[in-house]
């Protein structure tokens, strides 16, 4: 660009910069220090490219791209993401104002890119099919992708995940004569779980090859492969009737156009004393409207096709098309700050060996991104993380408690195995 245009857009995105009215962002820019805003909280921005105005005024994709391409740097990532979100309403209430003309145009595209059996799996093996070597390196050894559970001071992340999994077996009361389908197996984690500590029959399906073959060795390499069976089937095309259902985090990337439709077959899957739990990550109610089919760097660079639904979008389409009701919920939220935070720290420490697998400078500053985007969203509650309970009419809570679990004894014995 020529000096005449860095200027233009650099006054351009100084003006969206002066609306901080929370904290302040410090920005390093050839030397020289400008400070929009004031006050705590604070965040810093290194420049190294004046690209970064033009870039920064394509919302998160534009930051995402030009911190992807190495345009400019923070020493608190996380500081950046959370400032960002605690002056949110302010573009919030202009983009709410502006809907009417570009959010019909939005939803149009998004209904054209069909959800289709075939898209999905694209979609799908976009992110999860990136190579397990990736995945092994972030998480901990049960392969846990979603918000662990961290229950008291002190917990590894393996012991916050087994808490979490135990959280799950215990709000469903599962029991050995209890066959648990699982909508979205991951690698594998929950079904294991739930079959070892519980002795239930476990069907989990996935749509993700990668995701698929490693559950299917994990499965064997445990013993259970006569309690769980690891499907590659759409929730669409599942047949039969289940005790229990369990989804953790997949509801996401079903697609808004769709939310109906899933909760619709869950509920038809399970017998009439059936229930279900699932962990989902959900969007402000006055968000989601805006939110739903928008062009953001998560949907662009990370999860393409997915969409995170309200809690009122959730209660709606529950009493829509299904019989089932929420007999519990929990605000797991915090927990998931961690999670993110142990995550990029495992992530970090495996750099330069996720170097030689072939994650390169871009990848890898894209993810960093991407998980401090999330850390700082939870933690300024943006996004929140909640476990609901939803139970058929004929559903009879308390017939039998499950014993309590060490899950410190429970992540040693997954280490030795």
């Known amino acids: 660009m020529s000096p005449s245009e860095v200027a233009a857009w650099r006054t351009l995105a100084s003006g969206l910069l002066r609306t901080i009215r929370v904290g302040s962002l410090t920005v390093v820019d050839g030397g020289r220090r400008r400070v929009f805003g004031r006050g705590a909280p604070t965040a810093t921005v290194e420049l190294h490219d004046e690209r970064f105005w033009r870039m920064l005024m394509r919302g998160s994709r534009g930051l995402a791209e030009s911190y992807a391409r190495g345009m400019w740097d923070s020493p608190d990532l996380v500081a950046v993401i959370r400032l960002a979100a605690r002056n949110a309403v302010i573009i919030d209430r202009v983009r709410a104002a502006s809907a009417p003309v570009w959010a019909p145009r939005q939803q149009a595209r998004a209904l054209l890119r069909r959800g289709t059996r ?51 077996c215990e709000q469903l009361e599962l029991r050995p004569d209890d066959h648990v389908l699982e909508i979205g197996t991951g690698w594998g984690g929950f079904a294991i779980h739930a079959a070892a500590t519980r002795g239930c029959r476990v069907t989990t399906t996935t749509i ?34 289940y005790d229990k259902l369990v989804s953790i985090e997949m509801i996401e990337a079903v697609g808004w156009q769709h939310i109906g439709t899933f909760f619709q077959r869950c509920s038809e899957l399970l017998t009439e004393r059936g229930a279900m739990l699932l962990q989902a990550i959900t969007i402000d109610d006055r968000a989601y409207e805006v939110e739903k089919a928008s062009k953001s760097f998560i949907k662009e660079y990370i999860f393409p096709g997915g969409a995170l639904p309200s809690m009122e979008v959730i209660s709606r389409e529950l009493a829509r098309r299904t019989n089932l009701q929420t007999i519990g919920l929990q605000d797991i939220t915090a927990s998931y700050v961690e999670t993110l935070r142990r995550w990029r720290e495992n992530f970090a420490a495996h750099a330069q060996e996720l170097t030689r697998l072939g994650y390169d400078e871009r990848f890898q500053r894209l993810w960093t991104l991407y998980l401090a985007y999330c850390e700082g969203g939870f933690a300024e509650r943006r996004i929140c993380d909640v476990q609901l309970l939803l139970a058929k009419p004929r559903w009879a809570a308390g017939r039998q408690r499950p014993a309590a679990v060490d899950t410190a004894q429970l992540a040693a014995g997954a280490s030795q195995a």
């Open 208 to 241: 993700s090859r990668e995701q698929h073959d490693f559950a299917v060795a994990r499965v064997a390499e445990a013993g259970l492969a006569d309690h769980v069976t690891v499907l590659t089937s759409d929730y669409r095309d599942l047949g039969g009737r």
């Open 118 to 168: 075939r898209q999905r799996r694209k979609d799908i093996a976009f992110h999860y099919d990136l190579g397990n070597a990736l995945f092994a390196r972030m998480l901990d050894p049960t392969m846990m992708y979603s918000c662990a559970l961290f229950e008291r001071d002190g917990m590894t992340l393996q012991e916050a995940s087994i808490a979490k999994l135990e959280r799950v």
